[in-house]
C-alpha cells in the first residue's frame, strides 16, 4: 500500500471514503489477492485504487466483502430479547402456598408424610399422587426454608422469561416428573423422597435451557463456548447445593438431578415454543391456577385412599 500515486503505472479507482480506516480495511481485500493497491487522499475523501485491468476482480471481491459486512452488522444489531419487568406477587404468593402446606404438615404430624411421601414402590402400584404430594413435604425447618429460599430465587429468574404460569407449571411438573425418574432408577429398592427440592432443580434446568435457547437463536452467541457456560453454570450450582452425603445429610442427590433433566427438557420445548409471547395474560393465570390445583388435587386422591 501507498499513499502515493505511482508515476508509471495506470490505476483505476474501486471505491472512495470518508475514512482512511475504511479505505485501508478494503485495500486489505486487495492484498489478500496479492495485488497492489493505494489509497490517496482526494479532497475530503480517501479513494482506493488497484492497478488498471485487475479492477473489475478487485471490484467483485469488495462486493462481497461490503455484503458479509452488511450481514454482520444486521446480526450485531438484533435485538435482544427485551425481558418484562419482575412482578414480584407471584413470589409472594408462592411463599405463601408453601408455608401453608408446611404449617398444615406440622398440625396433621407423621401420617401426613407416610400418605404423601413419594414411594417408589407405591407409585408404581398406582398411587401416582405421591409424584406431588411429596413435592409439599419437607423433613424439617432448614429443609424447608432452603427449598422455599432457592425456589423464590429461581423463580424470579424464571417468571420474566416463561411467565407466571409457564413457570409455576413447570415448577410442578418437572418437579413430578423428577420423581417419577427417581421412582424408576431405585425401582430395585425401595425408596422414599419428600421435599420440593426436585422441583427447585427443575427450575435450575428450566432456566439453564432458557439460556441454552436464547443463545442458539442468536447466531454470534451460538460459539461452543457460548453454549458450555450456562449448561456448566447450571451443572456447577446442581453440585454445590444438590449433592451431599445421602446417608448423613438425607440428601437424595438423585432426585436433584432427575429434577435438573426433566427440567432441561421441558424449559427447552417451551423456550423454542416461545409460550411468554404467545400465551396471552389469562392463559397464564389459568396455568398458575392448574399449577396450586394439582398438587391440591393429588392430596385429595391421597386422602381418599388412605
Known amino acids: ?173 418437572s418437579g413430578a416428573i423428577g420423581n417419577l425418574l427417581n421412582a424408576w432408577f431405585y425401582h430395585a429398592e425401595p425408596h422414599s423422597t419428600i421435599g420440593a427440592s426436585t422441583a427447585v432443580f427443575g427450575a435450575l434446568g428450566m432456566l439453564v435451557a432458557w439460556e441454552l435457547v436464547d443463545r442458539w437463536r442468536t447466531p454470534r452467541r451460538r460459539g461452543w463456548w457460548q453454549l458450555v457456560v450456562p449448561l456448566g453454570g447450571g451443572l456447577a450450582l446442581l453440585a454445590y447445593l444438590g449433592v451431599g452425603d445421602q446417608r448423613e445429610n438425607r440428601v437424595d442427590y438423585m432426585a436433584h438431578l432427575w429434577g435438573f433433566v426433566a427440567g432441561l427438557c421441558l424449559g427447552a420445548l417451551l423456550a423454542c415454543l416461545r409460550v411468554r409471547e404467545r400465551l396471552p395474560n389469562s392463559a397464564q393465570w389459568l396455568l398458575s391456577t392448574l399449577s396450586v390445583l394439582l398438587p391440591a388435587a393429588a392430596w385429595v386422591c391421597a386422602l381418599r385412599a388412605s
Request: charged share 20%.
Open 1 to 173: 500500500m501507498s499513499s502515493e500515486a505511482p508515476p508509471d503505472i495506470p490505476l483505476a479507482e474501486v471505491g472512495r471514503y470518508r475514512k482512511f480506516s475504511d479505505a485501508q480495511e478494503r485495500g486489505l481485500v486487495a492484498a489478500a489477492m496479492e495485488l497492489p493497491y493505494w489509497v490517496l487522499r482526494e479532497g475530503p475523501d480517501f479513494v482506493l485504487y488497484v492497478e488498471a485491468g485487475s479492477e473489475k476482480m478487485v471490484a467483485e471481491e469488495l462486493a462481497k466483502f461490503e455484503a458479509e459486512a452488511a450481514e454482520h452488522r444486521e446480526e450485531v444489531k438484533l435485538p435482544e430479547v427485551i425481558l418484562p419487568k419482575l412482578n414480584t406477587f407471584p413470589l409472594f404468593v408462592a411463599a405463601w402456598v408453601m408455608s401453608m402446606a408446611w404449617l398444615g404438615q406440622n398440625l396433621a404430624g407423621e401420617a401426613w408424610i407416610s400418605r404423601g411421601a413419594s414411594l417408589n414402590r407405591a407409585i408404581f402400584h398406582g398411587e401416582w399422587w405421591r409424584l406431588l404430594t411429596a413435592l409439599t413435604l419437607h423433613g424439617d425447618l432448614p429443609h424447608f426454608i432452603a427449598n422455599l429460599s432457592f425456589g423464590l430465587l429461581f423463580a424470579a429468574f424464571l417468571l420474566p422469561r416463561f411467565g407466571t404460569g409457564v413457570t409455576w407449571l413447570g415448577f410442578v411438573l
